[in-house]
């Protein structure tokens, strides 16, 4: 985490909580964890989600740093690799796997720390829920559009979210009780209703991971209800696609500067890269992505016509070994059961559950028509999960 000083509060004396770098403080420049040359000009005014905080007497205690450049999947930033403000911070179990990364890694390992008890993220494919899956803390993409992003960067986003991260689903629901100000808490909790939920099968992930959301949605004794999204792979291809058009100006301008650093490596570089090729899609690409946005939308939405929720695992895998992608290894498609629902502008949350056999918690997504139900679901399995622990 980025501390403002070992003296800095901003707020009251209410919860603890800490702000990416991404969302503007007043005072501060929003410097999206960069040491590129040259100097962010301090923002003027507070996002609406800083003042809604320091509204509800809640204390900002400091800024977390994304992965440079906002980019990256692994989360490591090596001083020595590309100089990012702070560095690789380890998972408190499985330290030898990658963190995830994202402009939402550091709001991850702070909580996972204990520094504070929920931060705020942004999520465009994945950048809550992939590091919060990592690091075994919860993590929600709201329904886009739920909670405002004035003073959040990038500016313009047909997929951004602002969200919590949180050690628990409670957390969440506080966190989204202040920053959505039309949130119900009362109906985010869960009362005992009975739920039915869509478990979704298929190549989506490695068997292990499959049997472990299987294990936790049986252990909250939920109504199952097996369903298939044929759209999924196309969905995830067609928000890399949109992701990469609208994230020009990240690629090729850094904070201040003008410029992209030279210096950038592996599979940062990559995404890049990919990015600066993304600057010459032209216009039936994008329609080809809202197309498909537009379709896979109708087939989530067709299916929880007939469920209060869809479970299915956050990552496809164990995260992969940090040694291997220092090394230069590619790390695979961490996003490609996230992305979708970023796509369809669902709300989608992230919570750790064991893993048979293993120390290691992998992340079970719930996936509904509003955020209130995804809490409720999320909230229940969670529960359940503690108890047979």
């Known amino acids: 985490m980025t501390a403002f000083g ?7 004396n209410g919860m603890r909580v800490a702000v990416q770098e991404l969302i503007d403080i007043a005072g501060y420049p929003t410097v999206a964890g960069s040491h590129a040359p040259g100097k962010a000009p301090s923002a003027m005014v507070h996002a609406d989600v800083v003042r809604r905080l320091i509204g509800a007497g809640w204390c900002i205690v400091g800024r977390t740093a994304p992965h440079e450049p906002v980019a990256g999947a692994a989360g490591f930033d090596d001083p020595d690799d590309i100089g990012n403000l702070a560095g690789t911070l380890p998972r408190p179990y499985a330290p030898e796997r990658i963190p995830g990364g994202g402009p939402s890694g550091g709001s991850a390992a702070v909580v996972a720390a204990g520094a504070v008890p ?10 809550i829920r992939v590091p919060a899956a ?5 993590g929600l993409k709201p329904t886009f559009g739920r909670v405002s992003r004035c003073g959040v960067h990038p500016r313009e986003s047909s997929l951004d979210c602002v969200g919590p991260l949180a050690r628990s689903v409670d957390g969440i629901v506080a966190a989204m009780s202040v920053i959505a100000p039309d949130f ?3 109906l985010a909790r869960d009362t005992g209703r009975a739920f039915r939920i869509g478990l979704l099968f ?13 294990a936790a949605v049986h252990a909250a004794d939920l109504a199952i209800l097996p369903v298939e999204l044929d759209a999924m792979a196309v969905a995830d291809q067609a928000c890399r696609q949109l992701i990469d058009a609208e994230s020009r100006a ?3 301008w850094r904070p201040g500067t003008g410029v992209l650093r030279n210096e950038v490596e592996g599979q940062v570089k990559g995404q ?14 994008l329609m080809h992505g809202e197309a498909v946005r ?27 070994a940090l040694a291997d992608a220092r090394a230069g290894a590619p790390v695979p498609g961490p996003a490609s059961l996230v992305r979708p629902f970023s796509l369809s502008g669902h709300p989608a949350l992230t919570l750790p559950v064991p893993l048979a056999g293993s120390a290691l918690r992998i992340g079970l997504q719930v996936v509904g028509a509003d955020d209130e139900t995804v809490c409720a679901v999320g909230g229940r399995i969670e529960h359940a999960v503690a108890a047979v622990a």
């Open 6 to 12: 070992p003296h800095f509060r901003l707020g009251g």
């Open 250 to 252: 990240t690629a090729r």
């Open 294 to 320: 537009r379709l896979f939308s109708i087939e989530v939405d067709a299916i929880l016509d007939r469920v209060d929720a869809i479970v299915l695992p956050t990552l496809p895998g164990l995260a992969p």
């Open 184 to 186: 119900a808490a009362a």
């Open 134 to 138: 990592c690091w075994g803390v919860a």
């Open 118 to 127: 929920v931060a705020l993220g942004t999520d465009t494919g994945g950048s």
């Open 202 to 214: 298929g190549a989506l992930a490695e068997v292990r991971i499959l049997a472990a959301v299987a």
């Open 272 to 285: 890049v890269e990919g990015r600066r090729a993304a600057a010459f899609a032209g216009p039936a690409d």
